[in-house]
Nanobody, 121 residues
Framework: QVQLVESGGGLVQAGGSLTVSCVAS????????MGWFRQAPGKEREFVAA???????AYGDSVKGRFTISRDNAKNTVYLQMNSLEPEDTAVYYC???????????????WGQGTQVTVSS
């Protein structure tokens, strides 16, 4: 069992930056691929970024070049650094843990409760 807790969300102006974090419980964090997804009101959950146990990364097209995912296995933490934020980035951001990196939410076995990111214009 893995428990995930996100933090770091908040309100930021367009063009600004924000980093959200996700801390995992358990001693096997390094084995898991980690993903970030987001969901805006009335929209489906959208893939944002993922990082494998070997630190290979993948990004959704809408955030490529602006967002960076990273992990610190010693701290059981995965980060999502978000730069050049746009109002369209406003959503609840969720982290997830699974066996492999994937753009599909169904691949991931464990989910956090989410953290709200709001970008004002």
């Amino acid at each position: 069992q893995v428990q995930l807790v996100e933090s770091g969300g908040g309100l930021v102006q367009a063009g600004g930056s924000l980093t959200v974090s996700c801390v995992a419980s358990g001693r096997t964090f390094s084995w898991y691929a980690m993903g970030w997804f987001r969901q805006a009101p009335g929209k489906e959950r959208e893939f944002v970024a993922a990082i494998s146990s070997g630190s290979s990364t993948a990004y959704g097209d809408s955030v490529k070049g602006r967002f960076t995912i990273s992990r610190d296995n010693a701290k059981n933490t995965v980060y999502l650094q978000m730069n050049s934020l746009e109002p369209e980035d406003t959503a609840v951001y969720y982290c997830a843990a699974g066996p492999v990196t994937s753009t599909s939410p169904s691949t991931y076995d464990y989910w956090g409760q989410g953290t709200q990111v709001t970008v004002s214009s």
